[in-house]
């Protein structure tokens, strides 16, 4: 008896993935500090891949995984890089410019 | 020859920006090449949805379950056609704006400006879901970055605000985008819209897609990033932002409600982004009358317009409950019009911002005093923008407002017939408020001319102008367009 006959997989792997995007949406949404949004952010991702590489598993034939997820996840890391290496150089600028690198909630007309 | 055209659409505007980034002395000059060449494209493009009908293309012959397919219905074609006369004009005017500075402020817009481009078009054409995915977050990045041009702490803090609200969105959606694909198996729209799925994945994945694209699209009450985003935003880029980028939330989610899930869309839900989208006309409406700073205003006056847009889901379930197709053809028509006007005028308007805030020196509206002698042609645009913002006639607003007035009463939907009436009135008030103060001649405080007045290059006012005009051309000759939006178009008869 195999662990996929036990626990099925995709369903172990779907279910850390969405509890990662929890974790992450909390932490995206509560926490000012810039830094801990960029990485409840990764968090997210990464939850949000986990459960697209669950539904690789989930699709397997023959014991080859389906390709098609992969290619999603692999597009996604590339694209969630180039997004945080954005928002990393945005707080790192903000950082020189006012010392702190904190988003206050309500304020959204851009006065500070 | 329509495929050539295609290619010139999708390629010309990431090759110039790329370009333009490697060559920025020569930037000038590829801006004006990519203008031409995908203002020519688009017509070309247009022309064949026109005369032949749906166009489909998949990507290096790769057909759609592993490649992905491009589609070109009316819709996509009116959409890249926008894009590219919008662009072209805002082009020509940051050409001439950008001369008085900052100084490095030209350099980084060219660029991002074409790449946000090129990705707008990317996701008017492009079938695939999950690259849809990858156009929207390429557009969001570049738009990002033309925020953050400014670079002072304001600037920075208002895209930091958009990145983050705009990266949550993009991965609910992209978390939606695995649930169709794990419940259906395909990625292509029109093969998931052929395979009818039913069941709680499709739902919530519709449901996580929407919420995501709402952010995007700023729909009141996830709307909280753009005031502060397109307000401090260089104006080039505000009018960019505001005109095309929101549209391209909105375009999807278009689509996905009315062509890929409509057996999941329950009327409650169409009410609920219908109540939204009322919330958002109404509470944006009322924050553009009281603004102080004309930007500001004009940001909040982009929140009441998305709000339109959202007004056609509840209408479209209406239909579908109470029946009439001609009633639905003048939705579908409404919609694609609304975006079209909205997106003419708007740009319009936030270039003209940019002028007065030159020429008096000042953002604040009630500064404004005497800016109709300094900048004649600037208060004409806005007087004619504004005409078809508020939706008087002859304009692309006043049809597209009387489209979704009309099916409106034809639906018995009073409720909505309210709002876009009321948030025509407040519309009025703001647009005129505005012209108000440009046309008293007493100052009411004294300042000192500003400096850039002289400088400011003759052709800037009249790029703004050549979008007012078009908005008005729209309202007299909208038979065409709706010829071109019926190719393809989810009830007009003809399949795709």
């Known amino acids: 008896m195999t662990l996929e006959a036990d626990v099925p997989v995709h369903l172990f792997y779907g279910l850390v993935g969405a509890t990662l995007v929890a974790m992450g949406f909390v932490a995206l949404v509560t926490k000012q500090h810039v830094f801990r949004k960029i990485l409840a952010w990764n968090a997210m991702g990464s939850g949000v891949f986990v459960i697209v590489g669950s539904f690789a598993i989930r699709n397997a034939d023959h014991g080859a995984a389906d390709a098609l997820p992969q290619a999603i996840v692999i597009t996604g890391i590339v694209v969630s890089v180039s997004a945080t290496a954005l928002a990393l150089a945005i707080a790192r600028r903000l950082h020189r410019l006012t010392g702190d690198v904190l988003l206050e909630a309500g304020d959204d007309k851009g006065t500070a | ?496």
């Open chain 2, 1 to 496: 020859m329509t495929s050539e055209a295609l290619v010139i659409v999708l390629l010309a505007p990431l090759l110039g920006g790329v370009l333009a980034f490697v060559l920025p002395s020569r930037a000038g000059a590829l801006v004006a090449a990519t203008s031409v060449a995908s203002v020519g494209a688009a017509i070309l493009l247009a022309f064949g949805v026109y005369t032949a009908g749906v166009q489909r293309h998949a990507l290096s012959g790769w057909p759609a379950p592993l490649g992905i397919g491009l589609y070109v219905d009316g819709v996509a074609a009116t959409m890249v056609l926008l894009a590219a006369s919008v662009c072209a004009g805002i082009g020509a005017y940051a050409g001439g704006y950008f001369r008085l500075g900052p100084a490095n402020g030209a350099r980084g817009f060219w660029p991002l400006f074409l790449l946000t481009w090129g990705a707008l078009n990317a996701t008017f054409l492009v079938a695939d879901l999950f690259t849809l995915y990858v156009c929207l977050e390429l557009g969001m990045i570049t738009a990002v970055a033309s925020v953050a041009l400014q670079s002072d702490a304001r600037a920075l803090k208002a895209s930091m605000r958009y990145l983050m609200a705009a990266l949550m969105g993009s991965l609910a959606y992209l978390l939606g985008v695995a649930l169709v694909y794990g419940s259906t198996g395909a990625l292509d729209w029109l093969l998931v819209a052929a395979r009818p799925a039913g069941g709680s994945a499709v739902t919530v994945a519709l449901s996580l897609m929407t919420v995501g694209l709402l952010v995007k699209a700023a729909l009141f009450p996830l709307h909280f990033w753009l005031p502060g985003a397109h307000s401090i935003a260089p104006p080039p880029v505000s009018a960019l932002l505001s005109a095309l980028v929101v549209k391209g939330a909105f375009y999807i989610l278009l689509r996905l409600w009315v062509q890929v899930f409509p057996e999941v869309v329950v009327p409650a839900a169409a009410h609920v982004l219908g109540a939204l989208g009322s919330g958002a006309v109404l509470w944006g409406s009322f924050q553009a009358v009281f603004q102080e700073r004309l930007k500001l205003m004009i940001a909040y006056s982009t929140i009441a317009q998305i709000g339109y847009l959202f007004l056609v889901f509840p209408l479209f379930a209406a239909v579908a409950r109470q029946g009439g197709r001609a009633v639905q053809d003048e939705v579908w028509h409404a919609a694609i019009y609304f975006v079209v006007a909205h997106a003419l005028a708007k740009a319009a308007l936030f270039l003209v911002a940019g002028i007065y805030q030159k020429v008096i020196g000042s953002d604040e509206i009630q500064e404004l005093v005497g800016a109709a002698a300094k900048a004649p042609i600037a208060t004409l645009t806005w007087g004619l923008a504004g005409a078809s913002l508020i939706g008087l006639p002859p304009s692309g607003g006043f049809l597209a407002k009387w489209l979704l007035l009309t099916s409106s009463i034809a639906l018995a939907q009073w409720f909505y017939v309210f709002v876009i009436l009321v948030g025509g009135l407040l519309a009025s008030i703001y647009v005129f408020r505005v012209l108000w103060f440009a046309f008293s001649t007493e100052p009411l405080t004294a300042h000192p001319p500003a400096p850039d007045a002289a400088r400011l290059p003759r052709a800037v006012p009249f790029a703004g102008l050549a979008l007012a005009i078009a908005v008005v051309i729209l309202g007299l000759r909208a038979t065409e367009l709706f010829t071109l939006m019926d190719r393809g178009a989810p009830f007009a008869g003809e399949t795709p």
